[in-house]
């Protein structure tokens, strides 16, 4: 799910209050007011933690993720369903996914896709650029993502 897909959802809630029942069990969708930010946020909340943040910036969606400190095999599922990226666990160890194209890659092609892969850390964001390359913020830093500006 992208923002402007949680935007045309959300307007079809009955009761944006208790928010949008989504596709799944025990998830919902919310629309709240952070004044970070020009657009409203769209939450995707499990059991009424928030796990997913859709966020506008500039017509691209960022995404913030979050277990919220329940790194179950349910969590993981809605964090895949409703995100383009994978997050899998190895060794008790979470890791988030992100296909892309690296630098340097013939844009015309569907060649040279390859997954990038980080550490899955609460509240981290991936930036999806317009271009379809991605930027991986932790704490507010960049630490990667698709392309090397």
């Known amino acids: 799910m992208n923002y402007e897909e949680a935007k045309r959802l959300m307007e079809t809630a009955r009761d944006k209050d208790k928010g949008e029942p989504l596709d799944k069990a025990n998830t919902r969708l919310y629309e709240v007011n952070d004044s970070t930010y020009i657009h409203p946020v769209y939450e995707i909340r499990l059991h009424g933690n ?7 910036i ?3 969606t960022l995404y913030e993720l979050s277990s919220c400190g329940w790194r179950t095999v349910t969590t993981k599922e809605r964090l895949n369903h409703y995100t383009p990226f994978h997050v899998y ?3 008790r160890d979470w890791f988030v996914g992100i296909w892309g194209r690296g630098c340097g890659i013939d844009m015309s092609t569907d060649y040279g896709l390859r997954q990038y892969v980080y550490e899955f850390v609460d509240n981290m964001i991936v930036h999806q650029m317009t271009d379809g390359y991605y930027h991986v913020f932790v704490n507010g830093k960049r630490i990667g993502g698709t392309h090397n500006d």
């Open 50 to 56: 928030t796990i997913i943040r859709l966020i506008s």
């Open 58 to 60: 500039n017509s691209v």
């Open 89 to 91: 666990q190895k060794d």
